[in-house]
């Protein structure tokens, strides 16, 4: 039978009574071990020497800054007596009047990294109440614990069993624990079975020899600083009273020196005053292997060295020093310190929590994170899948269609996850039912926007129809004007970017349209199919057509409903340009006129694909298709379609709201003057590259091709100057001279 803590506990107390007080050592019972520092003896290292001190607190600031959360399994305990407990959860320094104040949860994880660094261990000692059953006690009632001085710490040790511990605190008293009160973690010690070492045994020699080095420099100017004058007497010995004399002569000289005064001095007799010479530390000294030592310190102790020297600045990415402090010794020293912190937590709850350190928002893992992105980015232009991507990099995206699809920069056909040709027709990707998987991590959306925008590039640039009057495709580096001002392309391609998503949102809303007309014929056929029935002569076709009335509605609709989108996003993000948070809604009078103009624009568009449709069934039923093949060859026009207008559509319609919706803005905001901005490409439209820099007042058109155009992609312009154009209209100071400085 177990005996009971009573029973334990004095046991131990005779054991360590048993021995003689004399064998005991006077400093280990007074602190003086730890209190007793000379001026010239390194004994207390963390107070004595700034590289130590620097060392220790590198790793403890950055652990102490780190929230700690306690896991109950994969789900965050929470319970708010516990969490209140877990905000002040140790004892502190004694104070002569008043209650002992407790250290917060941060001062208890700086000070378990400095002890184990310092010492290579830490304890933890818990009141006896710690050790009763967990149902007999209150969680949030329970007294804080104590961080014992580990060299205050003494483990009772019988027959090389732990039998307790006997902590002897400032005072002289002395604290008997059992051993389940103490949690005691350690670092590896080859050379003691029960005591950890600490990393100030291995920078101990470097540290004296720093700290010694520093204790000889400053004798040396003390005595450089009080050297006093040698009097030398030719005739013989002078008397008590002489040598009285000039010692007080020489002594008001000084004074009167301290006080500004420059004092003669007048001796009688054989006598030489001689001032000593100032000492100088040589380059034999070892005042030179200083620079050496506070490496050594800095590496016995996991920082890294270069840490230790004084930079005009600091980095703090993946390949920074910073970086390599918390990956290889702040993160592994935390997991422990959190790991210890969650045996007290498990006690307290009643059942077994796991304890971590959250890293992901200190500003070098997101700068890391940051570095991931961009190789992301350049191992998806390589042509390799966001999914491999993900999976190789740990982004922690969510799946979304196409991810498992490769795009080789400016080809003509996308990878395929086994290097296959694309999907089928009836499977093609730009009949996607939904939407890619949402993503809340703000870089990760700016990533998975880059990557729509890519395969929204690779599509314009392999399948725009020969001889379509455009501005070339977006991002074509091979064909960017070597001419033109860097800068400038820049921002140019910073406007493509920020528009990309509303290029998608338009494409895909005119193949969801074309889906679902394909669906509506479809489902035609496959009634004539079921019903057997035998379908002769061109006039069939019109059968198995859609009602082109009800196909027109839907399509303006759904355009004009993506028209106000870009309209606002236009205008928000010119105001963003200017640094202005202001909310932008385009006027419903003039979204309504707008859309009216783009209807015009675009009023054949439903009949121009009702026609293909209906040709290609009717070239079927000449052939004497099948039903099924009559399907295919659906199918296969409608991708056709797809290829040859979606894309162009998409970015003529992007351009046209665009356009208006900037323009809007700018009037609103004020501005006077706006410039006209070309893609660069070598392509461009003479006419549009005979435009790029036209300045002109922000309420009256641009002359371009001899045409009047408020902006790139208005509604009143020809299709020649309007259709795909890639332009911007950027606002610009007021004076003409700082043209080729827009406005932020």
């Known amino acids: 039978m177990k005996p009971s803590f009573g029973a334990r506990l004095k046991g131990i107390l005779d054991l360590v009574l048993g021995k003689s007080l004399s064998e005991l050592s006077r400093d280990f019972r007074t602190g003086n071990d730890v209190d007793d520092a000379p001026y010239n003896r390194l004994i207390q290292p963390y107070a004595q020497s700034a590289w130590v001190h620097a060392a220790v607190n590198h790793i403890a600031g950055e652990i102490a800054g780190r929230p700690l959360k306690f896991y109950d399994g994969k789900r965050v305990f929470e319970d708010p007596p516990f969490a209140a407990w877990w905000s002040a959860p140790a004892l502190g320094p004694k104070l002569a009047v008043g209650a002992q104040p407790r ?21 933890l000692c818990l009141d006896d109440s710690w050790i009763l059953p967990t149902a007999t006690r209150l969680a949030a009632a329970l007294p804080p614990f104590l961080i014992a001085n580990p060299r205050r710490m003494r483990l009772v040790l019988r027959a090389g069993e732990l039998e307790g511990y006997e ?11 059992l051993p389940e009160q103490v949690l005691h973690w350690k670092a590896f010690n080859p050379y003691d079975d029960w005591r950890g070492v600490g990393s100030m045994q291995a920078a ?43 010692i007080a002569d020489l002594r008001e000289k000084r004074m009167a020196m301290r006080r500004g005064i420059a004092k003669d001095l007048f001796l009688t007799g054989d006598i030489t005053v001689e001032k000593p010479q100032a000492a100088s530390a040589s380059r034999s000294d070892p005042t030179y292997s200083r620079a050496i030592s506070h490496q050594e310190i800095f590496v016995a102790f996991g920082v890294p060295p270069s840490m230790a020297e004084v930079k005009a600045s600091y980095s703090i990415g993946k390949d920074s020093d910073y970086y390599q402090l918390i990956l290889r010794t702040c993160v592994p020293l935390g997991t422990q310190i959190a790991a210890a912190l969650a045996n007290v937590a498990s006690r307290m709850a009643g059942r077994m929590l796991t304890g971590e350190l959250e890293w992901d928002d200190h500003p070098v893992m997101i700068e890391v994170r940051n570095s991931r992105l961009d190789i992301g980015l350049k191992l998806w232009a390589s042509g390799q899948p966001m999914k491999f991507i993900n999976e190789y ?181 010119l105001l963003r340009e200017l640094g202005r948070e202001d909310p932008f809604q385009f006027a419903p009078a003039k979204v309504i006129a ?5 209807e015009l624009k675009l009023a054949n568009v439903p009949q121009e694909v009702s026609d293909q449709i209906r040709q290609t069934l009717e070239d079927g039923l000449q052939a004497g298709d099948t039903m099924d093949q009559l399907a295919d060859r659906v199918r296969t026009e409608c991708n056709d379609i797809s290829a040859q207008r979606a894309t162009t559509i998409a970015q003529t319609e992007t351009s046209a709201a665009y356009g208006a919706g900037r323009q809007e803005a700018m009037q609103e905001a004020g501005i006077t003057l706006k410039q006209w901005l070309t893609s660069g490409n070598a392509n461009v439209r003479p006419a549009h590259q005979a435009a790029n820099g036209q300045v002109v007042p922000v309420e009256e058109p641009f002359i371009v091709d001899g045409e009047e155009l408020m902006n790139p992609g208005d509604s009143s312009g020809s299709p020649g100057n309007v259709i795909n154009c890639h332009c911007v209209a950027i606002p610009i100071a007021a004076d003409p001279a700082a043209a080729d400085n827009p406005a932020p």
């Open 204 to 246: 101990k020699i470097s540290a004296e020899a720093d700290f010694l080095t520093a204790v000889y420099l400053r004798d040396l100017m003390i005595n450089n600083g009080e050297q006093g004058y040698i009097v030398v007497g030719k005739s013989g010995a002078a008397t008590d009273d002489q040598r009285a004399q000039i």
């Open 594 to 598: 707008f859309l009216r103009a783009r």
């Open 393 to 573: 990099l740990d982004l922690g995206m969510k799946p979304y269609p196409g991810w498992d699809v490769g795009y080789l920069p400016f080809s003509v056909a996308p990878v395929g996850p086994d290097g296959l040709p694309p999907p089928p027709p009836d499977k093609s990707p730009a009949f996607a039912e939904s939407p890619p998987g949402e993503v809340t991590d703000p870089a990760l959306k700016t990533l998975q926007l880059t990557v729509l925008a890519r395969q929204h590039i690779q599509a314009q640039a392999t399948l725009l129809p020969k001889g379509c009057p455009c501005c070339g495709p977006v991002f074509d580096l091979a064909s960017i004007d070597k001419a033109r001002d860097p800068g400038e392309l820049a921002r140019w391609r910073q406007y493509m970017q920020q528009r990309s998503a509303s290029i998608a949102a338009f494409k895909s809303r005119f193949n969801r349209w074309l889906m679902d007309l394909r669906r509506q014929v479809l489902g035609n056929i496959d009634q004539q199919k079921k019903a057997f029935a035998i379908v002769i002569g061109k006039a069939a076709a019109a059968d198995l057509i859609f009602n082109l009335d009800a196909a027109g509605k839907q399509f303006f609709t759904s355009m004009g409903r993506q028209h106000t989108l870009a309209l606002n996003a236009a205008g928000q993000e």
């Open 103 to 123: 250290l917060t949860i941060d001062d208890v994880k700086r000070d378990l990294v400095a002890w184990a660094k310092l010492e290579g261990e830490f304890f």
């Open 167 to 177: 902590y002897i605190d400032a005072g002289g008293r002395r604290i008997i624990f």
